[in-house]
């Protein structure tokens, strides 16, 4: 007689819920108590009890699951630390598609600052503060590579739009690649291709990005009103892009939160 | 019979689950249908406690368990060590000598 009962696979999920240790003594600790139980519930049936009713009346002799999970976890040997190399590949594997997330919105920066610059012209994107002087070692230097550039100072912009918008580049490629990377990991694995990040990821992602906006807007801000906006762009391209990152995560957070909810 | 409160129970339930497994081993079920029908009823034990309490005794060495995989589901089978057994004989020294003090500090008159 092998017949399921609700009642007892209910009170089964709500001690797994409860017992904490080694996960081999939890999964003995279940299988005693589900043997247990449909015994009691087994030798009630056959003296003529509804199986419903017997399932309850053996759910409340074994007593409430939390109080048994309590004693259980209580007398039960410690969780043994996972070794250090599985904490550290956990915690890679939580952060990499982070990584791989931030170093793709450097670059989608890049390309913001781009369209800022097409708008608003390098200084917006590049100047020092007005009245900035370059050594004329410098001068020399930048004027070799943009022999086009009239003055010192815009040799100056047209190098820091190169070297500052490569580099942006450069970030988003390598977040591509480590996207990638993980990707054909999970295609290997048949794991989906995207998942939705856990919630603790997602919370880390909305502090680092949220903390990331408000300090690069500061600078933006900074910028506008000491230098008259010269080299503000620089700083809110990448605010903007942090801001949209921040935002999406917080969507992410919120839906993985509801999940939760919905499933409990 | 009545069941009767479990907390003079907490204290001997590792005597009373070892006197029970001394007779032949048994599984979880078998060991609180056993306190159960010995004691007649009268302790009102959650089941569920007995579990943790056999799994402490196996980690003390006084039982050791195996599964038994025959029938409809596993189980656990648990029976007395040597030294479980050397253990219940102490056990059951000391608890008949404090209750004969007991029972004479109950029955002397005032």
């Given at each position: 007689m092998n017949e399921r009962?609700?009642?007892i696979e209910t009170y089964l999920d709500e001690l797994l819920a409860g017992l904490v240790g080694e996960a081999g003594a939890v999964r003995r600790m279940l299988t005693e108590t589900e043997a247990h139980l449909y015994s009691d519930v087994e030798q009630a049936v056959a003296r003529g009890v509804e199986r419903d009713d017997a399932a309850l009346a053996a759910v409340a002799r074994f007593g409430p699951a939390e109080r048994v999970a309590k004693l259980w976890t209580a007398s039960a040997p410690p969780k043994p630390m996972p070794p250090l190399t599985v904490m550290l590949r956990r915690a890679a594997t939580q952060l990499a598609p982070l990584a791989g997330v931030g170093l793709v919105a450097i670059g989608v920066s890049g390309l913001i600052a781009r369209a800022m610059t097409s708008l608003w012209g390098l200084r917006f994107m590049f100047a020092g503060p007005p009245g900035t002087t370059y050594p004329a070692s410098s001068c020399r230097y930048w004027m070799s590579l943009h022999p086009h550039a009239a003055t010192c100072a815009n040799a100056y912009l047209a190098e820091s739009l190169a070297d500052g918008l490569n580099?942006?580049?450069a970030a988003g490629f390598l977040g591509v690649v480590v996207l990638a990377v993980i990707a054909v990991r999970r295609r290997v694995r048949h794991a989906p291709l995207i998942s939705p990040p856990m919630p603790s990821t997602a919370l880390s992602a909305v502090a680092i990005f949220g903390a990331a906006?408000?300090?690069?807007?500061?600078?933006?801000a900074d910028a506008i009103r000491v230098s008259h906006?010269?080299?503000?762009g620089k700083w809110l391209s990448a605010a903007v892009v942090a801001l949209i990152v921040c935002v999406s995560y917080a969507f992410a957070y919120l839906q993985s939160t509801?999940?939760?909810?919905?499933?409990? | 019979m009545l069941g009767m409160s479990n907390e003079p129970l907490k204290g001997h339930l590792d005597l009373l689950l070892l006197q029970v497994l001394d007779h032949a081993p048994a599984h979880g079920y078998q060991v609180v249908c056993g306190l159960r029908d010995r004691s007649d009823g009268a302790f009102a034990l959650a089941e569920g406690t007995v579990y943790p309490a056999l799994h402490r005794l196996e980690r003390q060495g006084l039982l050791a368990s195996e599964w038994d995989e025959q029938g409809?589901?596993?189980?656990?089978v648990y029976r007395l060590t040597p030294q479980g057994r050397r253990s219940l004989q102490a056990r059951r020294t000391e608890w008949t000598q404090f209750a004969v003090g007991v029972g004479a500090v109950l029955g002397a008159t005032p």
């Open positions: 009962s609700d009642i580099a942006r580049y906006t408000i300090a690069l807007a500061a600078l933006a906006g010269n080299g503000a509801r999940r939760r909810i919905t499933t409990a | 409809p589901r596993r189980r656990r």
